[in-house]
């Protein structure tokens, strides 16, 4: 079984950037589909990237040409590069992984989830 950390949220002003990061331990991370999902207050939850075992990647409309989402085999840990941050970008946002593409699908959720990172964007 899988376990992650994130880290890398905070305070940050519009227009600027913050890396997250999420280490994996515990499997054959690079087996794994990873993700990030976000939640705002009173909003559902939102996927907001995924990355494939093979380095493929898919965004959430509101995010994409601002966010990056990679992977480093080597540190078994995936990043969500976030730039040109809006106020509507904040959240608590969550790592996530699962070895099944299709728990990132419509209506489903991958296995494991981080304990969430707050990113607040805010002047």
């Known amino acids: 079984q899988v376990q992650l950390v994130e880290s890398g949220g905070g305070l940050v002003q519009p227009g600027g950037s913050l890396r997250l990061s999420c280490a994996a331990s515990?499997?054959?991370?690079?087996?794994?589909?990873m993700g990030w999902y976000r939640q705002a207050p009173g909003k559902s939850r939102e996927l907001v990237a995924v990355?494939?075992?093979?380095?493929?990647?898919t965004y959430a409309d509101s995010v994409k040409g601002r966010f990056t989402i990679s992977r480093d085999g080597a540190k078994n840990t995936v990043y969500l590069q976030m730039n040109s941050l809006k106020p509507e970008d904040t959240a608590v946002y969550y790592c996530?992984?699962?070895?099944?593409?299709?728990?990132?699908?419509?209506?489903?959720?991958?296995?494991?989830w981080g304990q969430g990172t707050q990113v607040t964007v805010s002047s």
């Open positions: 996530t992984a699962d070895p099944d593409a299709w728990k990132y699908s419509s209506g489903n959720y991958p296995s494991t």
């Open positions: 515990g499997t054959i991370f690079r087996i794994y589909w």
């Open positions: 990355i494939s075992s093979g380095g493929r990647t």
